[in-house]
């Protein structure tokens, strides 16, 4: 299905250029978006010429019906317009000629917005009174230093993302001086901002996925039977799995190099009549887990065991699906598709038949987090992100998003912050178990 999304693509590359360089019209007059205030650009800072990719203004149906029933309609004050800047690496070449100027390693940030397209068009269903502009962010980090300049970003009260890490980062410092919201839809990075309470990290961080990962098994099996395992230079991520109630769980430490398991003694870790746990916080060494995998098969004979690792072991392709099955592999995940889902299923159909292509996790992830960007601005408007730690979690398309205050490191600040707090992080993690030949939820 790849070519006839990206010759979609193509025709999207031109519809965006001719956004850039076209006048926006509309039908009526906006009500005027809520303020909040923010320092005026300096003078001596140049203003830029990089156009924004695209400009949408979306309204509520002028034909929605009136409420049941013969009582006369009052006149209510017009819903507010917010103003949301989605910053996205389109990768666009614009001394390309139109329509042969999207890169295949667009196609993430395309799938992002054609997901979060939809969103908005839901949002406009419900009136929601947004205008979004579309910026690509390119790759280097001075063309996206210039971007930070452009009077439209600036006009943005909520920007959704960028999406690498020195993007956010740069975005993050910005945003602290002009008190812009900053909804990160990708990078579980931590650490990215500090003191900056209007910073929402959608994807769950190491720390995150620790905490539940420990959690799970601390609700099942005894802590003196589980073992995080890792290579010695790796030794510092066993923190993030620790339980954090006084209780240890052991750790291994293997070599860095070579044959890591042939002086590892793994029988030392099974006790008469009890499963052993064992935990790898690994996620970019193959080598590594089909070793470890190896190694606990050939010595438990027989005896219960379970596995956690983390969620890039999915992607992992010389691994055979027995060692998943056989030693009881479980993985945490920032999302979960049910594919049985009524709601999943729908979000599918429209979006192949508006582009023709089946959607990727990247465009679930754009209208999960557009959608909900909007329905918090609907419910608390601009102070959404002070309810957010307060409030049940919310449900989207990829499952839950569970909002918590990080710590702040060092003194407390002097600023307007009234919380000691760097910044939101959703910490709601699945735990997946390997069974029928998929990860599915473990129960």
Same mark, same amino acid.
């Given at each position: 299905?790849?070519?006839?999304?990206? #010759?979609?693509?193509?025709?999207?590359?031109?519809?965006?250029?001719?956004?850039?360089?076209?006048?926006?019209?509309?039908?009526?007059?906006?009500?005027?978006?809520?303020?909040?205030?923010?320092?005026?650009?300096?003078?001596?800072?140049?203003?830029?010429?990089?156009?924004?990719?695209?400009?949408?203004?979306?309204?509520?149906?002028?034909?929605?019906?009136?409420?049941?029933?013969?009582?006369?309609?009052?006149?209510?004050?017009?819903?507010?317009?917010?103003?949301?800047?989605?910053?996205?690496?389109?990768?666009?070449?614009?001394?390309?000629?139109?329509?042969?100027?999207?890169?295949?390693?667009?196609?993430?940030?395309?799938?992002?917005?054609?997901?979060?397209?939809?969103?908005?068009?839901?949002?406009? %269903?419900? =009136?929601?009174?947004?205008?979004?502009?579309?910026?690509?962010?390119? *790759?280097?980090?001075?063309?996206?230093?210039?971007?930070?300049?452009?009077?439209?970003?600036?006009?943005?009260?909520?920007?959704?993302?960028?999406?690498?890490?020195?993007?956010?980062?740069?975005?993050?410092?910005?945003?602290?001086?002009?008190?812009?919201?900053?909804?990160?839809?990708?990078?579980?990075?931590?650490?990215?901002?500090?003191?900056?309470?209007?910073?929402?990290?959608?994807?769950?961080?190491?720390?995150?996925?620790?905490?539940?990962?420990?959690?799970?098994?601390?609700?099942?099996?005894?802590?003196?039977?589980?073992?995080?395992?890792?290579?010695?230079? %790796?030794?510092?991520?066993?923190?993030?799995?620790?339980?954090?109630?006084?209780?240890?769980?052991?750790?291994?430490?293997?070599?860095?190099?070579?044959?890591?398991?042939?002086?590892?003694?793994?029988?030392?870790?099974?006790?008469? =009549?009890?499963?052993?746990?064992?935990? *790898?916080?690994?996620?970019?060494?193959?080598?590594?887990?089909?070793?470890?995998?190896?190694?606990?098969?050939?010595?438990?004979? =027989?005896?219960?065991?379970?596995?956690?690792?983390?969620?890039?072991?999915?992607?992992?392709?010389?691994?055979?699906?027995?060692?998943?099955?056989?030693?009881?592999?479980?993985?945490?995940?920032?999302?979960?598709?049910?594919?049985?889902?009524?709601?999943?299923?729908?979000?599918?159909?429209?979006?192949?038949?508006?582009? #023709?292509?089946?959607?990727?996790?990247?465009?679930?992830?754009?209208?999960?987090?557009?959608?909900?960007?909007?329905?918090? *601005?609907?419910?608390?408007?601009?102070?959404?992100?002070?309810?957010?730690?307060?409030?049940?979690?919310?449900? #989207?398309?990829?499952?839950?998003?569970?909002?918590?205050?990080?710590?702040?490191?060092?003194?407390?600040?002097? %600023?307007?912050?009234?919380?000691?707090?760097?910044?939101?992080?959703?910490?709601?993690?699945?735990?997946?178990?390997?069974?029928?030949?998929?990860?599915?939820?473990?129960?």
């Amino acid at each position: 299905m790849k070519q006839p999304f990206l #010759g979609a693509l193509c025709l999207f590359a031109t519809v965006l250029l001719w956004w850039a360089c076209t006048p926006a019209r509309r039908t009526t007059p906006p009500s005027p978006a809520p303020q909040r205030p923010a320092p005026s650009r300096p003078a001596d800072r140049p203003v830029p010429t990089q156009q924004p990719m695209d400009t949408i203004r979306w309204k509520p149906a002028p034909d929605a019906r009136p409420p049941i029933g013969d009582v006369p309609s009052r006149p209510t004050a017009p819903a507010a317009t917010y103003r949301i800047a989605l910053l996205l690496p389109f990768l666009t070449d614009l001394s390309e000629p139109q329509g042969s100027a999207v890169p295949d390693r667009s196609l993430p940030a395309l799938q992002f917005y054609a997901g979060a397209t939809l969103a908005l068009q839901h949002l406009s %269903e419900t =009136g929601m009174n947004l205008e979004v502009e579309v910026l690509d962010t390119r *790759l280097n980090d001075s063309d996206f230093q210039r971007l930070l300049d452009h009077p439209r970003l600036q006009k943005a009260q909520v920007v959704v993302g960028p999406m690498r890490p020195s993007h956010i980062s740069l975005m993050a410092e910005r945003a602290k001086q002009t008190r812009q919201i900053v909804v990160s839809p990708e990078s579980p990075t931590m650490a990215l901002t500090r003191q900056n309470p209007d910073f929402i990290q959608t994807m769950p961080s190491l720390r995150a996925h620790g905490a539940a990962i420990a959690q799970h098994i601390l609700a099942r099996y005894r802590p003196e039977n589980v073992s995080i395992v890792l290579r010695r230079r %790796e030794a510092d991520r066993a923190v993030f799995f620790q339980p954090t109630d006084g209780r240890r769980f052991s750790e291994i430490l293997t070599p860095d190099e070579g044959q890591f398991f042939d002086k590892i003694d793994l029988e030392a870790c099974f006790r008469p =009549g009890q499963t052993a746990v064992f935990v *790898l916080p690994v996620w970019g060494s193959q080598d590594f887990v089909v070793a470890f995998l190896r190694k606990l098969n050939a010595v438990r004979r =027989g005896r219960p065991v379970v596995v956690y690792g983390m969620p890039q072991w999915r992607q992992f392709e010389n691994i055979d699906p027995e060692y998943f099955a056989n030693l009881n592999v479980h993985i945490s995940s920032a999302a979960y598709l049910d594919p049985t889902s009524d709601a999943v299923r729908t979000f599918q159909q429209a979006f192949y038949d508006a582009y #023709g292509t089946v959607p990727d996790d990247d465009a679930f992830n754009g209208y999960d987090v557009l959608l909900l960007t909007g329905q918090w *601005l609907q419910r608390f408007g601009l102070s959404f992100p002070q309810h957010l730690p307060t409030e049940p979690p919310f449900n #989207g398309l990829r499952g839950a998003y569970r909002f918590a205050r990080v710590p702040a490191e060092g003194p407390a600040p002097s %600023e307007r912050l009234s919380a000691h707090y760097d910044y939101l992080e959703n910490t709601y993690v699945h735990i997946l178990r390997f069974q029928n030949y998929r990860f599915e939820p473990a129960w």
